[in-house]
């Protein structure tokens, strides 16, 4: 309790039972004890009677002085910091030097945490002993931490991995919940909202305005993401950009390539909708990567693969295809339409450019823009002409039937092109708001054999779900019961379950490539917008083992 005293030339108690051992008169050697080790002032030894007289306790009287003027030390090494003392600093140093020796006493330690807490730069020799002593280590401040981290990225890993892993249990938790309707899905929280999550607000305060950390940070996430092919990674990714974009740490933002087309794509999310204006920046962006400089197209495309910004492209894909039906245009013809695709291409290969580390914007296939689009707007054509045709009055109706089948060659984009897959996907989605059962019985059947099974993943089951509540009243329908069970959800699970068990092997999670194994093993980069990652053993066994 008293260690680092004698270092100081303080008496301890050990010093007292060794006076009291020895002495002849005890009384005398214990009056002679407080004179020397007391408050020396003059005035005071006077008064002390008094509090005799009073029945208050001299420990009582000695603890609340301590107490004090510890405080008032406290608040002047604050001021000091805060100060524009040029020598501030060397001030805090000394005053370090002189108390570190007490930092073990429990009295004291507060005072010398404040020291280091306000130092820039603690002396090296200072962290080890804080770093190598787990009690000092677990009471120090965070700005301490930081200093201890960006040299030693083990620990830092070991501080970090607890908080991914309740991020992902988080966002796991939200899709798999009951609590669920059209009003409140995964996709119902703002982008805002987002940000004040626990992980979130932890980890920016983790990294401070510290690059390397951020840095470090990114090289987790990335790695876990291609470990695991988990979205939620490039989710969080995003989030915490945007969290420190919010508290204005330009030291980060500033050198963050992201960061400004983060932040656009922010507000797109945020109003479920990419506008004409916020298309022309992203564009710019985009367009804007210049040579030497592509590997941040993998940064971007780990943006573009957060769910969030998915689900905003998409539904800013269907209510553009609306707007060319309403105007008689063709899909190639809209430059917004195309900067979309662009972005969803780019977003869904995300894991094959960081796996690679080819970064290169993957090209949409011709075919999806001219075929598979125009199918799907003739499939809208078809859902206009029967709402309208059901609209008219009677006398002026004609027998025309609702088509039950799909354009030539649709099922077969839904199973072969990933980007076709995500817009068909949402195309379920928007008719089951519109409650158009019709088109959804027409529909559902094709999405039993999907790319990659998308139609069997986490998110669009979620949201589907979300949406067939507003047709609550149709299941009392046996032909769309039988459309939705067994048409679609039993037979999509039948045709894994066959997959599964026999004849045709499951297609695995791909295992990171020779080139993205060597960055596992590489040094930090000097700027967060690279794609260098290494020395995430720590974290990989901690979450990792997920995606095995």
Request: hydrophobic share 40%; charged share 25%.
């Amino acid at each position: 309790m008293f260690a680092g005293l004698p270092e100081l030339g303080i008496s301890n108690g050990e010093d007292l039972k060794e006076t009291l051992t020895n002495c002849t008169e005890p009384l005398k050697a214990i009056d002679q004890f407080q004179t020397e080790n007391g408050i020396l002032l003059p005035t005071l030894q006077s008064a002390l009677p008094f509090l005799d007289l009073h029945g208050t306790p001299r420990l009582e009287f000695h603890q609340s002085v301590f107490d004090e003027l510890r405080d008032k030390l406290m608040e002047r090494v604050a001021t000091i910091a805060e100060g524009k003392d040029e020598d501030r600093y060397g001030k805090l140093k000394e005053l370090l030097e002189k108390s570190f020796p007490l930092v073990k006493m429990p009295s004291i330690q507060p005072v010398v945490m404040q020291v280091l807490k306000h130092l820039p730069k603690v002396p090296e020799k200072k962290l080890k002993l804080v770093m190598a002593d787990k009690e000092l280590y677990k009471v120090c401040a965070v700005e301490v931490k930081r200093q201890i981290w960006q040299e030693n990225q083990a620990l830092f890993g070991d501080e970090v991995s607890p908080l991914l892993k309740q991020y992902i249990v988080a966002k796991e938790a939200a899709l798999f919940s009951s609590d669920l309707s059209i009003l409140h899905n995964f996709f119902s929280p703002s982008p805002k909202a987002r940000r004040q999550g626990e992980v979130v607000l932890k980890l920016t305060q983790m990294i401070g305005k510290n690059v390397k950390l951020y840095d470090m940070v990114l090289q987790f996430l990335r790695t876990l993401f291609l470990r695991t092919r988990n979205v939620h990674y490039c989710t969080l990714r995003a989030e915490l950009l945007m969290s420190l974009h919010d508290l204005d740490i330009s030291e980060i933002c500033s050198v963050d390539s992201c960061h400004k087309f983060t932040w656009c794509l922010d507000a797109c999310i945020r109003e479920k909708f990419v506008d004409a204006k916020r298309a022309r920046e992203l564009q710019g962006f985009l367009d804007g990567v210049k040579k030497g400089q592509e590997e941040v197209l993998g940064d971007l495309s780990m943006i573009l693969c957060d769910p969030f910004s998915s689900n905003t492209l998409v539904l800013s894909t269907v209510r553009n295809l609306q707007e060319l039906l309403s105007q008689d245009a063709l899909p190639r013809d809209s430059p917004d339409l195309m900067l979309l695709l662009r972005m969803l291409s780019l977003g869904q290969g995300a894991w094959d450019m960081i796996d690679s580390q080819v970064f290169k914007e993957p090209r949409l296939e011709l075919e999806v823009v001219t075929r598979f689009l125009p199918a799907m707007l003739s499939v809208l054509v078809d859902d206009y002409t029967f709402t309208v045709e059901q609209k008219l009055p009677c006398e002026e109706k004609t027998s025309l039937s609702y088509p039950t089948a799909l354009p030539d060659n649709f099922n077969k984009y839904l199973q072969e092109n990933r980007v076709a897959c995500e817009m068909g996907l949402y195309y379920a989605l928007h008719i089951a708001k519109q409650r158009n059962k019709n088109a959804l019985q027409r529909l559902l059947p094709a999405l039993v054999e999907t790319y990659n099974d998308m139609a069997s993943g986490d998110i669009f089951l979620h949201l589907l779900t979300a949406h067939l509540t507003l047709l609550s009243d149709e299941f009392g329908n046996e032909e769309f019961c039988s459309a939705v069970f067994d048409g679609f959800l039993l037979n999509s699970f039948s045709s894994i379950a066959f997959e599964m068990n026999g004849n045709t092997q499951p297609t695995p999670v791909a295992s990171p490539s020779p080139e993205s194994a060597a960055i596992l093993c590489g040094d930090l980069s000097e700027n967060p917008g690279t794609l260098k990652t290494g020395g995430q053993t720590a974290i990989l066994h901690e979450i990792g083992s997920k995606g095995d």
